[in-house]
């Protein structure tokens, strides 16, 4: 549990085993409990996407809004856009004719050419997929796109995708315009029904839920406060042998979250010591 404001991490559980929904519900159930004898409140709450949460959320804080982070909702769709692309350049590997053994006849040399300037295309398809998904463009990338996707109205519908569910989540819009946009993406989309099925991942009721910040400015978009933790130990524990096991990582993690209480008191500490050692009057330098 992190504070997305602050990014302080304020209570964690080690598991044994795979949560469940009722290991969820024990331990909000006792953060609740030392909110209520702090005397705050939950104001919104950012999740993933995970079936453990939203019923225990509903019973817990019943008024605060739920969010679901923005990341991994754009991650999902980014390997759902890739994974179209990939059906597509198998599609387009499929109809390039095959060539006899040996080198071609002299009337067959400008058909081999052919062949082998669409498999470069295909090769290309490949190499370059990443800009199918990037959200930033340069103008070097946007030209070579355009010759990647020419004559394919398919593959440029795909990037026009993407483009799109980027402009979903922009800051400068609320709740309201995304979600129109989000219907006009929609009835796009039936329209190609080669993508329809790879991109069904848009109809999900999900991408609503992950808009609610853009009315809210205190509401987190996403939860990279609890990953980037998350992912330090995981780091660890490839490296260190003795934060493999519950009991050291519960203490490796109460001693991490020490650390961060203590934090601004060293830093102010530190500061004092600075202006005192660089003060000509106090006779330090």
């Known amino acids: 549990m992190v504070d997305n404001r602050q990014y302080n991490r304020l209570?964690?559980?080690?598991?044994?085993?795979?949560?469940?929904?009722?290991?969820?519900?024990?331990?909000?159930?006792?953060?609740?409990v030392q909110l209520e004898q702090r005397g705050l409140a939950v104001r919104g709450l950012t999740t993933d996407g995970s079936w453990l949460y939203p019923k225990v959320l509903k019973e817990l804080w019943p008024e605060a809004p739920h969010q679901l982070c923005v990341f991994h909702v754009l991650k999902d769709i980014t390997q759902a856009v890739l994974h179209a692309l990939a059906k597509l350049r198998k599609e387009l590997r499929a109809q390039i004719p095959r060539q006899r053994r040996?080198?071609?006849?002299?009337?067959?040399?400008?058909?081999?050419?052919?062949?082998?300037?669409?498999?470069?295309?295909?090769?290309?398809?490949?190499?370059?997929?990443?800009?199918?998904?990037?959200?930033?463009?340069?103008?070097?990338?946007?030209?070579?796109?355009?010759?990647?996707?020419?004559?394919?109205?398919?593959?440029?519908?795909?990037?026009?995708i993407m483009d799109e569910v980027y402009r979903l989540f922009d800051r400068r819009c609320k709740t309201q315009t995304a979600l129109r946009r989000l219907a006009k993406l929609r009835q796009r989309l039936r329209r190609f029904k080669r993508l329809r099925r790879a991109l069904?991942?848009?109809?999900?009721?999900?991408?609503?839920q992950a808009l609610l910040f853009l009315d809210d400015k205190l509401l987190g978009a996403t939860s990279n406060a609890v990953e980037r933790a998350n992912r330090r130990f995981r780091k660890a524990?490839?490296?260190?042998?003795?934060?493999?096991?519950?009991?050291?990582?519960?203490?490796?993690?109460?001693?991490?979250?020490?650390?961060?209480?203590?934090?601004?008191?060293?830093?102010?500490t530190l500061k004092t010591l600075h202006h005192a050692r660089s003060d000509p009057e106090s006779g330090h330098w």
Do not use: C, W
């Open 200 to 208: 069904a991942l848009l109809d999900h009721p999900n991408l609503e």
């Open 102 to 160: 040996g080198r071609p006849r002299t009337q067959e040399q400008m058909q081999a050419r052919r062949i082998k300037r669409r498999q470069q295309r295909v090769a290309e398809l490949f190499e370059h997929r990443h800009l199918f998904v990037r959200h930033h463009l340069s103008a070097s990338q946007k030209k070579l796109l355009k010759h990647l996707t020419r004559g394919q109205p398919s593959l440029r519908a795909l990037r026009h």
């Open 11 to 32: 209570a964690f559980q080690v598991l044994d085993h795979d949560p469940t929904q009722d290991d969820v519900r024990a331990f909000l159930t006792g953060f609740r």
């Open 237 to 268: 524990q490839k490296s260190i042998y003795g934060v493999r096991t519950k009991r050291h990582l519960e203490q490796r993690l109460a001693l991490d979250m020490n650390r961060e209480q203590r934090a601004s008191k060293r830093a102010r």
